[in-house]
C-alpha cells in the first residue's frame, strides 16, 4: 500500500486547510486510516482516525470541534478538513493505515504501532 498525502500549506491563524491521503495498492476500504502529526522536536502525536466503513471518528482533544476526517473509499481517499488553525497546528502532517481486522477503537487508533503503513506527510503551517 502506497499513501501519498497532500494539501499542506502556508495559512494564517484562524484559516482552513483540506488535507488529502489517496491509497494505491489495497482498496482502501479494507482499511482503517488515520492522520498524525509531528511537529520539530516532538514526538508524533494522533489527530484523528476513521474506521473501514466510516460508521464511526475519533479525534484527539486538542482538535475536536476543528477538524473533521472522513473518506471516499471510491476514490480511494482520506481527507482531513483542518479549521481554525493555530500555530500550535503546525506540524508534518501524516495518513497511515490499518489492515488489521481486529477491533478499532480509539485507544487502538491512537496506537502508532497499529498502522502498517504510513505515507511522507505533508507539511502545515501556520502563522500567527
Known amino acids: 500500500v502506497q499513501l501519498q498525502a497532500s494539501g499542506g500549506g502556508l495559512v494564517q491563524a484562524g484559516g482552513s486547510l483540506r488535507l488529502s491521503c489517496a491509497a494505491s495498492g489495497r482498496t482502501s476500504s479494507n482499511l482503517n486510516m488515520a492522520w498524525f502529526r509531528q511537529a520539530p522536536g516532538k514526538e508524533r502525536e494522533f489527530v484523528a482516525a476513521?474506521?473501514?466503513?466510516?460508521?464511526?471518528?475519533y479525534y484527539a482533544d486538542s482538535v475536536k470541534g476543528r477538524f473533521a476526517i472522513s473518506r471516499d473509499n471510491a476514490k480511494n481517499t482520506v481527507y482531513l478538513q483542518t479549521n481554525s488553525l493555530t500555530p500550535e497546528d503546525t506540524a508534518v502532517y501524516y495518513c497511515a493505515a490499518d489492515a488489521d481486522y481486529r477491533p478499532f477503537t480509539i485507544s487502538q487508533a491512537m496506537d502508532r504501532d497499529r498502522y502498517d503503513y504510513w505515507g511522507l506527510g505533508t507539511q502545515v503551517t501556520v502563522s500567527s
Open positions: 476513521i474506521p473501514r466503513r466510516g460508521e464511526i471518528r
